[in-house]
């Protein structure tokens, strides 16, 4: 017998032709509207991605539901409080996109600040023949302050400490790391030359990254977002940069994805990216392994490979 599964988000390819191999796959809409009742009275399983909205409501609707299995490693789309008032398990997939995410954050910092984009363009569009490329800023040696030194923070240092940057971070609570820590956001913003946001979403962390926090940042910083679009506080940000009180943006994740604030497309010192930092074949295979292996494990009644902390 085949279980029944609701699919809510869309899914790779590598991932979705293997769930449905093993399992009768519903595809449905965050909302699960569509679905009449023989339906929703079969589902065992939901599988979500990290930027999927699973509310109470649905949940509600799905009397028999089991487990929720998020592809990615943010679940602050899920409502996991309704989730557990059930007894539903919730499943991610963490550490095996940090290193993608990490080398991303990199890629950004280093994207925004020696303006690579801005770099291309200028030879594209045979500019270069009258004359060169205005000089750009330096990444190594300089000051980096990273907000969440979780998994993905921490890879972030290790990198940047190859570029002999000098890191310290903001966290909920001191680690027992070498770094300094600020347990203020805005002093850490000012005591940087290079603020990288790597927490993740939920309202602990909404909008963290406010007009105060760029204005100590300054007009020669430079914000990187690949945590959560949510953090930040999307408008105070593209004024900043049109006003020139930030210096450049480089963001890989969006408040309302896939539609980044309309102010920030106009701007030259933005560098955007569509959400793509965990987006590489090899880590995309690895997603879609734990994925599989969580929903397997909950059918097989053994322990979850990656449950939610808590
Ligand atoms: O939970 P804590 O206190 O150990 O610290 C976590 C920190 N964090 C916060 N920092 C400041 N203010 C908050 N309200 C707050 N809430 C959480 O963020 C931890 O150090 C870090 C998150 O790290 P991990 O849980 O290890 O997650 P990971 O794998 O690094 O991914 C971070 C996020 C995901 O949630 C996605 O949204 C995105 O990166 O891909």
């Known amino acids: 017998m085949k279980f029944t599964v609701l699919r809510v ?14 399992y009768e796959v519903l595809e449905g809409s965050e909302r699960g509207d569509e679905l009449d009742a023989a339906q929703t009275r079969g ?28 592809f990615g490693v943010g679940y602050d789309g ?13 499943t991610h997939t963490p550490d095996v996109l940090t290193e993608d995410v990490a080398d991303f954050a990199i890629t950004l910092m280093l994207g925004t600040a020696r303006r690579l984009a801005q770099a291309d363009r200028f030879v594209r569009e045979g500019r270069w023949q009258q004359g ?11 000051r980096l302050g990273i907000v969440g030194l979780g998994r993905i923070g921490k890879a972030i240092a290790q990198r940047a400490a190859a570029f002999d940057m000098h890191i310290s971070y903001h966290g909920r609570r001191p680690l027992a790391v070498d770094y300094p ?9 000012a005591a940087v030359d290079f603020l990288v946001v ?19 940042l300054g007009s020669t910083g430079i914000l990187i977002n690949v945590g959560r679009g949510s953090v930040v506080d999307e408008v105070a ?3 900043a940069l049109a006003e020139g009180r ?10 309302d994805e896939p539609r980044p604030h309309a102010g920030l497309l106009d701007l030259d010192n933005v560098l955007l990216a569509p959400h793509m930092a965990s987006a590489t074949w090899d880590t995309r295979r690895a997603m879609s392994d734990l994925t599989l292996a969580n929903l397997a494990a909950h059918f097989a009644g053994e322990s979850l490979p990656t449950p939610i902390p808590g």
């Open 43 to 70: 589902i065992r399983a939901l599988v979500a991605n990290g930027e999927s909205r699973v509310r109470a409501g649905l949940i509600d609707r799905l009397p028999v539901l089991q487990v929720i299995i998020v």
């Open 246 to 255: 930030l210096l450049g943006a480089g963001l890989d994740v969006f408040e």
């Open 78 to 90: 899920i409502d996991v409080e309704a989730a557990r008032a059930r007894g539903i398990a919730v």
């Open 181 to 189: 820590y600020y347990a203020s956001v805005t002093e850490l913003a």
């Open 237 to 239: 940000l593209a004024q």
């Open 198 to 216: 790597a927490v993740g979403g939920g309202d602990s962390t909404y909008h963290l990254i406010d007009a105060a926090v760029l204005d100590a």
């Open 132 to 142: 060169p490329f205005p000089f750009t800023r330096k990444v190594s040696g300089k």
């Open 9 to 22: 988000a869309h899914l790779p390819p590598m991932l979705s032709e293997r769930l449905h191999a093993d």
